[in-house]
């Protein structure tokens, strides 16, 4: 039964006719086939709401999981008990991400994304299980891991990180010029430049932590003022990525939820006359303004009666 016939009664399922109000027919008034009890009955399907729609898109799961793709910018992955929970965060916020990018492909504000964001989202996620496969494995395989690995697997984490962050600003910032909403445009692209911020600045602190390591000798303290500068530099631009990659997820959703409900607003309708189904358009659509008319202008004041002459048989 369709959408627009719901609220209508049971109907024939061959040729639509309405069977409300009729007591045990045998056969359909209208086509002639047989009619059982079940036919009888009304079947009101549940229509989504604007809750459901949220809830089915897994948007929100997405949202929430940007803390957990940026945590390999931060630049702790090498601390060695930070690093470890880095790595159980992160991968519970992969499997996170994986349930909701399969909400948001199977649920109904799918098919208001103009701008490819579910693409960006599928890219980032396989992304993610697949650094989590090889993190799995290096980490708990029977061999043992040389530590410049474990230096190109953190610096890896880190691009990957950058790429969590960007792929939802980018889509935000597109949807925003769609939509016209320079606030959403803004998020996109304050999220997108301080995830880059955060990228460069979390390789550069890589690259001295490994050339002091490597060097074997103690690091002086303009080094170590360098190294703590370019920490607390990567763990703030990771914070403000994080947080307005967020809200450029939340911002996406405020507006595909919009469009859906637009979309379910405006549907057909229609009403009985007799077994007949009289379709009718009705929705949020906005109704043109009548044409114009064209007429004289009014005059601002009144236009005063001509005088009348008298004549010669009147003066008389």
């Avoid at 929100?60 to 940007?66: E, V």
């Avoid at 403000?240 to 996406?252: Q, S």
């Avoid at 057909?268 to 109704?287: F, L, N, Q, V």
């Amino acid at each position: 039964m369709s959408r627009d016939r719901s609220n209508n009664g049971p109907r024939c399922p061959e040729c639509g006719y309405d069977l409300q109000g009729l007591i045990d027919p045998e056969r359909c008034p209208e086509c002639g086939i047989p009619i059982t009890p079940s036919m009888l009955v009304p079947v009101v399907p549940r229509e989504l709401d604007a809750g459901d729609a949220v809830e089915g898109s897994g948007l929100w799961i997405i949202a929430a999981c940007t803390w957990c793709s940026a945590l390999p910018l931060s630049g702790l992955m090498l601390k060695p008990y930070i690093g470890a929970m880095i790595i159980v965060a992160f991968t519970l916020g992969a499997l996170a991400r994986l349930q909701g990018w399969l909400r948001l492909h199977r649920g109904p504000l799918h098919r208001h994304d103009s701008t490819g964001f579910e693409l960006f989202v599928r890219g980032v996620t396989f992304l993610e299980l697949a650094f989590m496969l090889t993190l799995v494995v290096l980490w708990f395989g029977p061999w043992s891991v040389h530590i410049t690995v474990w230096w190109l697997v953190a610096a890896v984490g880190i691009v990957i990180g950058a790429v969590d962050i960007a792929a939802p600003s980018i889509a935000a910032s597109i949807l925003g010029r769609q939509v016209e909403d320079p606030m959403l445009v803004s998020v996109g692209i304050v999220s997108a430049i301080a995830g880059l911020v955060s990228c460069v600045t979390s390789l550069a602190g890589l690259f001295v932590s490994f050339g002091l390591q490597a060097r074997a000798t103690p690091p002086s303290g303009a080094e170590t003022m360098v190294f703590n500068g370019l920490l607390a530099g990567t763990l703030l631009f990771t914070a403000i990525a994080a947080h307005f990659g967020r809200v450029a997820i939340l911002g996406i959703q405020s507006v595909l939820l919009e469009r859906f409900i637009d979309d379910q607003s405006d549907h057909e309708e229609g009403a009985r006359i007799g077994g007949a189904w009289i379709p009718a358009r009705t929705g949020r659509r906005r109704t043109p303004p009548p044409d114009a008319v064209e007429s004289d202008p009014i005059p601002l004041s009144p236009r005063k009666p001509p005088r009348r002459r008298r004549g010669r048989s009147e003066g008389r």
